[in-house]
């Protein structure tokens, strides 16, 4: 008789136990933060077999909010550094940028990982892009302190074996994306920030699982276990297309958020782009 292997069965038996859940309509799920650090911890073999069938691991991104089970931000990068499903990706460089600001703050943004200026001084956002970004955190009245900026994705994309790489960035895949939801939707339960604005498709894809153009998404809430998320344009596209009519759209998701938050919007800031 073949021997069988406990993982596998108890991950089979999982797998059922959810499915049956799901067949009985529950669509959210509590998971201890003890049994997601060991299923985010294993083999990515593991991982591969629960989700055989391609499926987004959905179980996982449905978790909500749960304060006990909440870890701090620095165990969570503890985590990610930690993590074998990460590790055993193989296409990422090895410094970590985690993420930069307020750990309580209302307004979160989130864009797609770090680039080359980021890896250097391990923090979001710095680069370029970041400039611009800081530059619309200003406009809002706020101090990149204020707000809590982060990414998908913890690591810099290596381009081919990642050595001498020079500036060149590429943004994640869907695997590295995927690898890092669980850690990403933690971080989202501890900040509990007010509102969420994805920075770019590929931000917006991972935080949302919609595949749809930044024009499409932007403009309305979406919903990520009960945070409203903003999809609004990358900075980088910004400093690629000078456009006056794209600067103004980011504008005015600015003035959205600003208006959910609560925050005082001057004539002025109204009239930026008018
Ligand atoms: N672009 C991103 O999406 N994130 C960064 O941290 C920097 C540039």
Redo the contacts with the bound molecule.
């Keep these: 008789m073949p021997q069988s292997n406990t993982t596998t069965d108890a991950l089979h038996f999982v797998k059922r136990y959810l499915h049956q859940l799901k067949e009985d309509g529950e669509t959210r799920l509590s998971i201890s933060q003890e049994s997601l650090q060991t299923l985010t911890g294993m083999p990515a073999k593991y991982f591969r077999l629960v989700n055989k069938e391609n499926n987004p691991p959905s179980y996982i991104r449905e978790t909500p909010p749960h304060p006990k089970d909440t870890p701090s931000l620095a165990i969570l990068e503890k985590h990610v550094v930690a993590a074998n499903l990460v590790k055993e990706l193989g296409t990422l460089r090895d410094i970590m940028?985690f993420a930069v600001g307020n750990p309580n703050a209302d307004l979160m943004f989130v864009?797609?990982?770090?680039?080359a200026?980021?890896e250097k001084k391990r923090e979001?956002?710095?680069?370029p892009?970041?400039q611009l970004l800081t530059k619309i955190i200003q406009a809002m009245g706020l101090k990149r302190t204020d707000v809590y900026?982060s990414?998908v994705v913890k690591y810099r994309p290596a381009i081919g074996n990642g050595q001498n790489q020079g500036p060149k960035?590429r943004p994640p895949s869907p695997e590295e994306i995927d690898a890092f939801l669980p850690f990403l939707l933690q971080e989202i339960d501890t900040v509990q920030p007010e509102v969420i604005v994805a920075?770019?498709g590929?931000?917006a894809k991972g935080l949302l699982n919609i595949d749809e153009s930044v024009g499409r998404m932007r403009g309305q809430a979406h919903q990520l276990n009960g945070v409203p998320v903003l999809v609004t344009y990358?900075?980088?596209y910004l400093l690629r297309n000078h456009a006056l009519s794209e600067r103004r759209k980011v504008w005015e998701d600015m003035l959205d958020v600003m208006a959910r938050l609560g925050l005082p919007i001057t004539e002025k800031q109204k009239n930026f782009f008018r």
């Design positions: 940028v864009g797609e990982a770090p680039g200026e980021e979001p956002f710095v680069g892009a970041g900026i990414n960035n920075l770019g590929t931000a990358h900075p980088s």
